[in-house]
């Protein structure tokens, strides 16, 4: 399997940061500002929706690495014809809001079904949170086992923190934080810690044994590119000033 050079190196490094647009954003401006702010703030890839046309709006756009997310296998088919890099099955917390949750065994058969309609593409899988955290590495394991090249995490719209500032932020973090943790150590593939990080923990996420992180609502939420470009440089240099200290440490 061939992870994208650029996004291999990032996540060997330990320091990969996926914008995400959305799984459900179809807003093709909206789209474009997110990745726009994504590239000029230094991210490694972005992830949107399986949407072919948008695809190649984003592939005439950027030269990222551009992941694609759905929950269903057959969209990542014309995605992938049209230019995306990766795929991701999730992440699902767009849904729990709706009342759909995803099971552990629907999730690996949605894995065990894209594996098999497209054998060669990178493959992302997020373990939904909803399961408890043994169930989460369990899970993970049986996922690397049918074909999944990385393992996301997710976690951060199950916590409403209690606290404002620092300690609500990393609280909002908490979920996916010990998914992370807790997944790495039963996985040989890398883990991708995303939902409800910010700057202030997307250190604690590598710390935690993740490769790189996911971001988005922190940034797709915002009306201002400038804005957006300014959280993903925030981001960008959390993820490096943790890689300097760590060196420093050794």
Excluded: W
């Excluded at 690996?108 to 594996?115: D, S």
């Amino acid at each position: 399997m061939t992870i994208h050079s650029q996004l291999a190196e990032a996540l060997t490094q330990k320091n990969a940061l996926k914008v995400i647009s959305g799984l459900n954003n179809f807003d093709r401006d909206r789209v474009t500002a997110v990745v726009k702010a994504a590239e000029a703030g230094g991210a490694t890839f972005v992830d949107i929706a399986a949407e072919p046309t948008l695809v190649e709006t984003i592939r005439n756009l950027t030269n990222l690495p551009i992941c694609v997310s759905a929950v269903k296998p057959e969209l990542f088919i014309s995605a992938v014809n049209a230019g995306a890099d990766l795929i991701e099955i999730g992440n699902f917390d767009s849904f729990y809001a709706q009342g759909i949750r995803f099971e552990a065994e629907e999730v690996l058969e949605l894995t065990v079904k894209t594996r098999s309609l497209l054998p060669q593409i990178a493959l992302s899988v997020t373990v939904p949170h909803i399961l408890a955290l043994d169930e989460q590495v369990k899970l993970a394991e049986k996922l690397v086992q049918a074909g999944a090249d990385i393992i996301q995490t997710e976690g951060g719209t199950s916590i409403q923190p209690l606290n404002p500032g620092v300690r609500g932020l990393i609280e909002k973090a908490a979920p996916t934080l010990a998914a992370a943790h807790s997944i790495a150590r039963g996985v040989n593939v890398p883990v991708l810690c995303a939902s409800g990080l910010s700057s202030v923990t997307v250190p604690m996420a590598i710390a935690a044994g993740a490769a790189g992180v996911g971001v988005g609502s922190a940034i797709n939420q915002l009306n201002n590119e400038v804005a957006m470009v300014a959280v993903v440089r925030s981001l960008v240099e959390a993820l490096n000033s943790y890689q300097l200290s760590a060196i420093g440490n050794q």
